[in-house]
């Protein structure tokens, strides 16, 4: 049974901080390119970050590049993203998604 689990969300400040965590399991992670979505309130879902299987390869959306880093630990199967400076704008669920596979998503709310 594939299972994507997400954690890391919260409430935080403009300008704040967030690591998101991705735990996998059900699937050879290794073999899958990973990615973070996110979907705010009234807007479709949207690709924030990605990354190839050895992790040697990231992409990002514009509005994420340099401030969102994704990466990932193949050996715990698990791969993170880590938010600085964070804007009102960032406000969304976010989903970790791999293949078809999708995690239930975590809250992020960025509001002072």
């Known amino acids: 049974q594939v299972r994507l689990v997400e954690s890391g969300g919260g409430l935080v400040q403009p300008g704040g901080s967030l690591r998101l965590s991705c735990a996998a399991s059900g699937f050879t992670f290794s073999n899958y390119v990973m990615k973070w979505y996110r979907q705010a309130p009234g807007k479709e879902r949207e690709l924030v970050a990605s990354i190839r299987n050895s992790g040697s390869s990231t992409n990002y959306a514009d509005s994420v590049k340099g401030r969102f880093t994704i990466s990932r630990d193949n050996a715990k199967n698990t791969v993170y993203l880590q938010m600085n400076s964070l804007k009102p704008e960032d406000t969304a669920v976010y989903y970790c998604?791999?293949?078809?596979?999708w995690g239930q998503g975590t809250q992020v709310t960025v509001s002072s």
């Open positions: 998604n791999a293949h078809r596979w």
